[in-house]
């Protein structure tokens, strides 16, 4: 069956740096774009960064994220990651890996990993 599994989230300190995982499974893994998002509590769910399909590996980031957000995938291994530079507290949330087909844009979702930056 379908899985999209995230992992890499935990409790880091302002400035530190996460590594998150996404590992896909029961797809055409380089037919989808990938997508990561973000929900804080009492917020809306926001996009956080996405990488196309196939082997281009175009990409973009919410403005709030640029240059300490890097997003990455490797068809090889059916993963995504996406490594955090420079966290701030405004960081905290869960993150949500998300999976998008590159024509019928019909997509999957993660179960979130908590990500928490606080002293």
């Known amino acids: 069956q379908v899985q999209l599994v995230e992992s890499g989230g935990g409790l880091v300190p302002p400035g530190g740096s996460l590594r998150l995982s996404c590992a896909a499974s029961?797809?055409?893994?380089?037919?989808?774009?990938f997508n990561w998002y973000r929900q804080a509590p009492g917020k809306e769910r926001e996009l956080v960064a996405g990488?196309?399909?196939?082997?281009?590996?175009?990409?973009n980031y919410a403005d709030s994220v640029k240059g300490r957000f890097t997003i990455s995938r490797t068809n090889a291994k059916n993963t995504v990651y996406l490594q955090m530079n420079s966290l701030k507290p405004e960081d905290t949330a869960v993150y949500y890996c998300?999976?998008?087909?590159?024509?019928?844009?019909?997509?999957?979702w993660g179960q979130g990993t908590q990500v928490t930056v606080s002293s």
């Open positions: 029961g797809f055409t893994f380089s037919s989808y774009a």
């Open positions: 990488i196309s399909s196939g082997g281009r590996g175009i990409t």
């Open positions: 998300n999976a998008e087909h590159w024509l019928t844009q019909y997509a999957y």
